[in-house]
């Protein structure tokens, strides 16, 4: 059983363990090392919609959201990070995670999530349209990870109940 709960401190070393199983992958983001730190990766993250996947007492993947820009206007508007450990990819994680991400967003008040995804990244793209997210655009040649051009889509799902006056 899998049981979506806060991340906490005592979570950090599992996370960073997801992160950097995520980054070795070469299909998750532009980053070459996980924050050193909880302080570190607390500092980057919203203090809401910071979730981890527990089962058996062990975290299996989390999903946090950042801040988009510190300018008013976009006071309702956050990135999704999610990541799901090497282990448990395939089981329906991500998708329990990122529903309660949104969950949460929307509690907070965030009328629009939005996320980065490299266009090579297949899984990553069904888990965020499964979950209402949609393609708006393409960055191409964005960015380079270990010499290689990376194009990146940028999915938004806007929400249907904040937002909407």
């Known amino acids: 059983m899998i049981a979506i709960v806060k991340t906490r401190p005592e979570h950090w070393e599992e996370v960073r363990r997801i992160h950097l199983e995520g980054i070795a992958t070469g299909k998750a983001t532009f980053e070459t090392d996980a924050a050193p730190s909880w302080e570190a990766w607390s500092r980057d993250h919203l203090e ?48 329990k ?16 999530l939005q996320a980065g995804v490299f266009a090579d990244n297949d899984q990553s793209i069904a888990l965020h349209e499964k979950c209402g997210f949609r393609i708006v655009g ?14 990146v889509l940028l999915l938004e799902r806007r929400s249907d109940r904040v937002g909407i006056d």
């Open 48 to 95: 809401f919609g910071r979730l981890v996947a527990v089962r058996d007492g062990r975290v299996v993947g989390w999903a946090a959201l950042t801040l988009v820009s510190d300018r008013c206007v976009y006071a309702g508007v956050a990135e999704v990070s999610v990541y799901i450990g090497v282990d448990a990819r395939g089981q329906g994680i991500g998708s």
């Open 138 to 151: 393409r960055r191409e040649r964005l960015g380079r990870l270990h010499g290689a051009w990376k194009d």
């Open 97 to 112: 995670l990122l529903a309660a991400l949104i969950e949460e967003s929307e509690c907070e008040g965030i009328w629009t």
